[in-house]
């Protein structure tokens, strides 16, 4: 609770929503101590928007600005503003496939975390579980971390190790990802919400 009032959570996503709706069913049930006041999207017609309508959270669709892989500076200020308005203390990136730069980060310092589908620092960028078939590692997984200024590059938060199994499709491995990220994430909000995470430059410990 801050102020008396209960933790409150900001969701961007491009996506169906799954990582979304994994924490939105976890607040729900009383598992993360907190709120979702606000999901946005860039993308007008994405999963996670209608997930969140059908569960009665705020959502709206916010436009990226002219670039195709960042938010410009205006959609930035827009994307911030909205969130504070929404009394937003986390911003969570739930397959929201776009970078933050600057002016977004500074107005939510150290508050800004993301859901990457690989073993960071392995398969940073797109697509991770097709790196990491490609490749041919035995074991790969998803990585929640704080979002710093590089891509994929903030301090770890938590871990979860996934097989390759021989036969994998791209597909087949990234529903086996899926299934670990709806368990990782959930916690993870949840150690936050608590302020049970305590970062140290790159390193994250758990507190009290
Ligand atoms: C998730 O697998 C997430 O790890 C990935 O997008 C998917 C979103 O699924 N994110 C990234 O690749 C970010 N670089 P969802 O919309 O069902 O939550």
Redesign the pocket.
């Known amino acids: 609770m801050r102020n008396d009032r209960p933790f409150r959570l900001g969701v961007l996503?491009?996506?169906?929503?799954?990582?979304?709706?994994?924490i939105a069913e976890a607040c729900a049930a009383g598992r993360i101590p907190a709120q979702v006041g606000l999901v946005i999207s860039d993308v007008p017609d994405?999963?996670?928007l209608s997930q969140a309508q059908t569960r009665g959270i705020p959502q709206t669709f916010l436009a990226p600005g002219k670039y195709r892989t960042k938010l410009d500076e205006a959609a930035e200020q827009a994307y911030a503003g909205a969130l504070q308005e929404a009394g937003v203390d986390l911003v969570i990136?739930?397959?929201?496939?776009r970078i933050l730069k600057g002016g977004f980060l500074q107005a939510f310092a150290g508050r800004v975390i993301?859901?990457?589908?690989s073993l960071l620092p392995s398969f940073?960028?797109?697509?991770?579980?097709r790196q990491a078939l490609e490749y041919g590692v035995k074991v790969t997984g998803?990585t929640v971390h704080f979002v710093d200024q590089g891509?994929?590059t903030g301090p770890i938060i938590a871990q979860q190790t996934v097989p390759v199994l021989d036969g994998d499709t791209a597909d087949t491995l990234?529903q086996r990802?899926?299934a670990a990220?709806w368990q990782l994430y959930p916690e993870c909000v949840a150690a936050l919400a608590r302020g049970q995470v305590i970062v140290r430059g790159r390193q994250t410990v758990a507190g009290p």
Request: charged content about 10%; proline content about 6%.
């Open positions: 996503g491009s996506g169906k929503g799954s990582n979304f709706v994994a994405a999963g996670i990136l739930a397959g929201f496939m993301n859901i990457h589908p940073p960028g797109l697509a991770a579980w998803c891509v994929d990234h990802i899926q990220e």
